[in-house]
């Protein structure tokens, strides 16, 4: 069965096993299926650290996360994995050819599949601008792309599996504006919830919710103009 979405966090704190001091203290939040959630935060503030309790990376130390409506220690972690995209913070791509990379992790996937992700992920266009398309080699005698364009390839690499909801770490950095909107856009268009860890305010702009976290706590939660009206660290991130 496939999933809709929606991620609840209940009260979660988090330590690593091997620290004393907790990471993420008393998070509580709820999205709906489909929705675009921005975290934002400075560096070390526990952005990462929250979207790896969804895919169970980690474990929470108390407090309970649900994925439609279900607490996620009672899912089998296998299901888990397949329904949930990650796209981690460090892009990984190995010498080969574009489709092998977008493949990556499913390698039963079909070339139509392979196209449909690199649609969506809104890089389609660039890859078939190169002569030899998705059988473009990557790597040291292939072609070098720019640091946008390896951020969407990773981004097709985790939409191949269709899942219900993408993890993205600062996957959107170098995007420019518009083509972060056609591709939040696209994703809500097929209901993925879609969790962007992000240092740029146009990339909350449009989000149905925002979290923004300092040193572990969730200092706001809510849409761009609520948290203009009410949170001082928001608007002077805005004003910045
Ligand atoms: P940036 O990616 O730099 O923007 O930070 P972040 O907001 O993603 O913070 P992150 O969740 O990575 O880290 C939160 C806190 O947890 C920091 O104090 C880190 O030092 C600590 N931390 C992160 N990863 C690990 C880990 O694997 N082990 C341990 N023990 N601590 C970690
Ligand atoms: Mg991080």
Redesign the pocket.
């Known amino acids: 069965d496939t999933i809709n979405g929606a991620v609840t966090f209940d009260h979660v704190s988090f330590q690593?096993?091997?620290?004393q001091?907790a990471?993420l203290h008393d998070i509580s939040f709820e999205t709906k299926p489909g929705a675009t959630v921005a975290i934002m935060?400075?560096?070390?503030?526990?952005?990462?650290?929250?979207v790896?309790l969804i895919p169970r990376l980690y474990e929470q130390n108390t407090g309970v996360v649900k994925i439609d409506g279900k607490d996620i220690t009672t899912l089998n972690t296998e299901y888990l994995r397949d329904a949930i995209g990650y796209v981690p913070?460090e892009i990984i791509l190995f010498t080969g050819t574009i489709q092998d990379n977008i493949a990556w992790g499913k390698e039963d996937a079909t070339l139509d599949e392979i196209i449909e992700a690199a649609k969506l992920a809104q890089i389609h266009d660039t890859i078939i601008s190169f002569p030899m398309g998705y059988d473009t080699m990557l790597g040291q005698k292939g072609v070098n792309l720019s640091g946008g364009q390896k951020q969407r390839l990773t981004i097709a690499r985790a939409l191949v599996r269709k899942p219900g909801i993408l993890l993205l770490?600062?996957s959107t950095s170098a995007l420019d504006i518009r083509t972060e909107a056609t591709l939040l856009q696209a994703l809500r268009d097929v209901a993925c919830t879609t969790f962007l860890?992000t240092?740029k305010i146009s990339s909350t702009l449009h989000a149905d919710l925002i979290l923004l976290?300092e040193d572990?706590s969730l200092l706001a939660q809510g849409s761009h103009e609520e948290l203009l009206e009410n949170c001082v660290l928001y608007q002077r991130i805005y004003e910045s």
């Open positions: 690593y096993p091997d620290t001091a990471v935060g400075a560096t070390g503030a526990g952005k990462t650290s929250l790896g913070q770490d600062d860890i240092q976290l572990g």
